[in-house]
């Protein structure tokens, strides 16, 4: 199989169904019988390959994981429960007390939260760095970094920095780089080919076919050696590759009860099968209505990086094959400009997701970052002015009616 939609239809199935079924059953169990006393002890030490716990592993999330490997062509996948419980278990394998993570403050407000108010207070330290000054990046990293960490194209920002730059950086300093490509999924963005160590996704937006359920997976590309990461390096000499996976599952990841519930991993599967269709239609809608918001006299700037005059376009395009992701942001006046705005909407949505189905729109400075103060947001760069159009899959004359007739009154 070489096609990406073929791939996730199909999957690479490990066992054949006993009722010969095409989708895999939904395995709704928290635990697994065994023939004999012996066979649970090998399945609980790890040298014979069986479900013993969903919390730790189940049928139905397994082949979901399958799937997103093939789709990624990475080495090994883990699905988590959240995108918030993929990069919290991703920092938690890497580091410890005294040891810091390299990072931007342009990140989903949740993530910055996690960092400043969750991780800190246990000896983590975390340096925010320009991630598109590559000297600045490479200042902040000594040898107590177990991370660089960023995402592939920021929300709300929409900033969109060199991974493969970053990755020879990386690489040559013996940190593994993390990215949350989740607005771009590995439909639009191979993280392997572009020196990405570990991709991180929220499976709640694109991949769960129109946020049915909520979801993340961590992706081990397979392309960096964790002798170099010092919490993994004796494991990495018995494990070798599979040392970062194996960690995850067997130690953080089943001690931190961070599982995706097998019902979420079915609808997950079945929404990568239509996953291209709908980034495709998403992308489309967002470029047209991003040039259309561009002429409107109301609309002080626009960010999004398929625009030509966008400061990130032509990395972008190298990075995502000419497409460009399915969030616009743009400014208005004001703070009372952008609810006026977003009060007069009829179709497009007021919710906070990315990449559903549906189009959404948000005002990010006061729901997603309202927890910061204007200085934080500030540096940030979460304006008042600032909206957040989320673009779903709908016809576009619908979309761009709505938003002209919320503009214009």
Same mark, same amino acid.
């Given at each position: 199989m070489k096609g990406f939609t073929t791939k996730a239809i199909h999957g690479q199935r490990s066992k054949p169904d006993a009722h010969g079924a095409l989708r895999m059953p939904l395995y709704d169990t928290a635990s697994f019988e065994h023939p004999s006393s012996r066979e649970i002890e090998l399945a609980f030490g790890g040298k014979r390959p069986s479900h013993v716990y969903t919390r730790i592993s189940n049928? @139905?999330?397994?082949?979901?994981? #399958?799937?997103?490997?093939?789709?990624? $062509?990475?080495?090994? +996948?883990?699905?988590?429960?959240?995108?918030?419980?993929?990069i919290s278990n991703l920092v938690m394998t890497l580091c410890e007390a005294g040891t810091n993570v390299v990072t931007s403050r342009h990140l989903f407000g949740n993530t910055v939260s996690l960092f400043e108010h969750s991780l800190k207070p246990w000896g983590l330290e975390v340096r925010y760095v320009d991630m598109t000054n590559l000297k600045e990046v490479e200042d902040a990293i000594d040898e107590k970094?177990?991370?660089?960490?960023?995402?592939?194209?920021? %929300?709300?920002?929409?900033?969109?920095?060199?991974?493969?730059?970053?990755?020879?950086?990386? #690489?040559?300093? $013996?940190?593994?780089?993390?990215?949350?490509? !989740?607005v771009t999924t590995p439909y639009l963005f191979n993280s392997k080919e572009f020196g990405v160590n570990v991709e991180v996704l929220s @499976?709640?937006? =694109?991949? *769960? &076919?129109?946020? !049915?359920?909520?979801? &993340?997976?961590?992706?081990d590309n397979g392309n960096f050696d964790w002798k170099k990461s010092p919490k993994l390096a004796e494991k990495a000499k018995k494990m070798g590759p599979m040392a970062f996976i194996a960690t995850l599952r067997?130690?953080? =990841?089943? %001690?931190?009860?961070?599982?995706?519930?097998?019902? %979420?991993?079915?609808? #997950?599967?079945?929404?990568?099968? @239509?996953? &291209?269709?709908? +980034?495709?239609? *998403?992308?489309?809608n967002a470029l047209a209505l991003a040039k259309q918001l561009q002429n409107h006299p109301k609309v002080k700037?626009?960010? =999004?990086?398929?625009?030509?005059?966008?400061?990130?376009?032509?990395?972008?395009?190298? #990075?995502?094959?000419?497409? =460009?992701?399915?969030? +616009?942001?743009?400014e208005l006046a004001d703070k009372e400009a952008c609810f006026t705005a977003m009060d007069r909407v009829k179709l497009i949505k007021r919710a906070t997701n990315i990449n559903d189905n549906k189009t959404m729109i948000l005002h990010p400075a006061s729901t997603t970052f309202i927890e910061y103060s204007e200085e934080e947001k500030a540096k940030m760069q979460v304006g008042e002015a600032l909206i957040r159009l989320s673009v779903g899959i709908e016809d576009l004359e619908d979309l761009t009616e709505d938003l002209t007739q919320a503009l214009e009154t």
């Amino acid at each position: 199989m070489k096609g990406f939609t073929t791939k996730a239809i199909h999957g690479q199935r490990s066992k054949p169904d006993a009722h010969g079924a095409l989708r895999m059953p939904l395995y709704d169990t928290a635990s697994f019988e065994h023939p004999s006393s012996r066979e649970i002890e090998l399945a609980f030490g790890g040298k014979r390959p069986s479900h013993v716990y969903t919390r730790i592993s189940n049928p @139905t999330i397994e082949d979901f994981e #399958q799937k997103m490997r093939l789709i990624s $062509g990475g080495l090994a +996948v883990l699905a988590l429960s959240s995108g918030m419980a993929a990069i919290s278990n991703l920092v938690m394998t890497l580091c410890e007390a005294g040891t810091n993570v390299v990072t931007s403050r342009h990140l989903f407000g949740n993530t910055v939260s996690l960092f400043e108010h969750s991780l800190k207070p246990w000896g983590l330290e975390v340096r925010y760095v320009d991630m598109t000054n590559l000297k600045e990046v490479e200042d902040a990293i000594d040898e107590k970094t177990r991370l660089v960490f960023l995402e592939v194209i920021t %929300n709300p920002q929409l900033e969109v920095a060199d991974c493969k730059a970053l990755s020879a950086l990386t #690489q040559s300093k $013996g940190v593994p780089l993390g990215v949350d490509c !989740t607005v771009t999924t590995p439909y639009l963005f191979n993280s392997k080919e572009f020196g990405v160590n570990v991709e991180v996704l929220s @499976t709640t937006k =694109y991949i *769960s &076919g129109g946020a !049915t359920t909520v979801g &993340g997976v961590l992706i081990d590309n397979g392309n960096f050696d964790w002798k170099k990461s010092p919490k993994l390096a004796e494991k990495a000499k018995k494990m070798g590759p599979m040392a970062f996976i194996a960690t995850l599952r067997m130690e953080v =990841y089943r %001690n931190l009860g961070a599982c995706l519930a097998p019902h %979420n991993a079915y609808l #997950q599967a079945l929404g990568l099968e @239509t996953l &291209g269709l709908r +980034v495709d239609r *998403s992308c489309e809608n967002a470029l047209a209505l991003a040039k259309q918001l561009q002429n409107h006299p109301k609309v002080k700037r626009v960010l =999004y990086p398929g625009l030509p005059e966008d400061r990130f376009h032509k990395l972008a395009k190298a #990075q995502f094959g000419g497409r =460009y992701g399915g969030i +616009v942001c743009f400014e208005l006046a004001d703070k009372e400009a952008c609810f006026t705005a977003m009060d007069r909407v009829k179709l497009i949505k007021r919710a906070t997701n990315i990449n559903d189905n549906k189009t959404m729109i948000l005002h990010p400075a006061s729901t997603t970052f309202i927890e910061y103060s204007e200085e934080e947001k500030a540096k940030m760069q979460v304006g008042e002015a600032l909206i957040r159009l989320s673009v779903g899959i709908e016809d576009l004359e619908d979309l761009t009616e709505d938003l002209t007739q919320a503009l214009e009154t």
